[in-house]
């Protein structure tokens, strides 16, 4: 609890921001028991050594390449898959940085014999499974916003915090998360880049995301309130979430802050401002809100501790298009959702609503 009691005297206008988010850094390297990475060949005869390579699965290849080259005089390309687990970071994010970091395998060197092995970063767009995805299968890509990587100076080069900001802004903000496809951008005879995955031997070389990013607690609400006759209290305003509270002329106003997360307050002319806090239990009981397991199958349970300091809120399951699946006043501690009951494969949202019928928190659920 937090009392805390300020005094401001001006006039005409008041503009009272509260500034609810907080910049959060999340740093992803996943390994062979939790990362997602797989390469997908295609070769210009399927009778040579390597057989049918388009119809066969590499997805625990210690390596990620980006190659057009030759075996046994066949010619062949190479394309590798990747997917981060984004199910963390709130699908109202903003994205301030992503930096992608993949380090030289020791293997094959980094070539460019015939061109340029500038490389293209692009975002799949379909769903696809690590130990079976194939060239024949392979999923589709959108070339929106897709990143250039340029030439590798030197053949043992490693590709250090590579701006992929745009990119995973359109993942967390418009579109499911398949992640992406990493490929040659001029995919002729002996070119290639040669990267670690995450079934490499060293952990230091796994496939690094570096996401940096703004969190809102909740939507903004704008007021506007005007009167001309001074009296000794005109309003009480109790303010949950991030607001934008605007009040003209000659007036005393009363308002009750219920959030201490970044309180900024500008006033002009005058204008008395009584404000105190009243404390942040409820912001509390949203912290230790679990909801697992993510990704799932099946079940969904959705654990609430203190479920007590949250009367009044709500639960609700969404789906990509925004059609509610499911809906319940929180009153217990535990939930378990079946999704199988209603529910096809693919991207959902678990949101907490607030007794103002605000978003007070809200997370993303995959089901596989």
């Not at 997917?83 to 903003?94: L, V």
């Not at 070389?205 to 000794?232: F, G, H, Q």
């Not at 199958?297 to 007590?308: A, D, G, M, R, T």
Request: aromatic share 14%; with cysteine.
């Amino acid at each position: 609890m937090l009392n805390m009691r300020k005094l401001f005297l001006a006039g005409a206008f008041m503009l009272l921001t509260l500034l609810l988010f907080a910049q959060k850094k999340m740093v992803l390297q996943p390994g062979p028991n939790d990362g997602k990475d797989a390469t997908i060949y295609w070769i210009e005869s399927i009778e040579g050594r390597n057989g049918d390579m388009m119809s066969k699965n590499y997805g625990s290849l210690t390596a990620l390449p980006s190659e057009a080259w030759t075996v046994d005089g066949d010619f062949f390309i190479a394309r590798s898959l990747l997917e981060f687990d984004f199910s963390s970071i709130p699908a109202n994010a903003e994205i301030i940085s992503a930096a992608l970091s993949l380090y030289f395998d020791g293997t094959y060197e980094h070539q460019s014999l015939s061109g340029s092995n500038e490389m293209l970063i692009q975002r799949v767009t379909s769903p696809w499974e690590e130990n079976a995805v194939t060239w024949n299968n392979q999923p589709s890509i959108s070339v929106e916003n897709q990143a250039k990587v340029p030439e590798t100076l030197y053949n043992n080069q490693h590709l250090l915090d590579f701006d992929i900001t745009t990119l995973v802004q359109d993942v967390i903000n418009k579109y499911p998360n398949y992640g992406f496809l990493i490929r040659l951008e001029t995919e002729d005879f002996y070119r290639r880049t040669r990267y670690a995955s995450s079934d490499f031997s060293f952990s230091t070389s796994w496939p690094k995301l570096e996401i940096t990013y703004n969190a809102p607690e909740s939507d903004p609400c704008v007021e506007v309130r005007y009167d001309t006759v001074m009296v000794e209290i005109i309003d009480t305003v109790t303010l949950y979430e991030t607001v934008y509270e605007t009040i003209y002329d000659t007036i005393q106003v009363e308002i009750e802050v219920m959030d201490t997360v970044y309180q900024y307050v500008s006033v002009a002319d005058t204008l008395i401002i009584d404000a105190w806090f009243t404390g942040i239990n409820w912001m509390n009981a949203l912290s230790v809100i679990k909801i697992y397991p993510n990704p799932t199958n099946k079940e969904l349970h959705i654990s609430i501790p203190e479920f007590e300091k949250m009367a009044d809120y709500s639960l609700k399951i969404s789906d990509q298009q925004g059609k509610s699946i499911f809906t319940t006043y929180i009153g217990q501690e535990e939930y378990q959702i079946n999704f199988d009951e209603f529910a096809n494969r693919g991207l959902y949202f678990v949101t907490i609503i607030d007794p103002q019928y605000k978003v007070a928190d809200t997370r993303k659920i995959l089901l596989k």
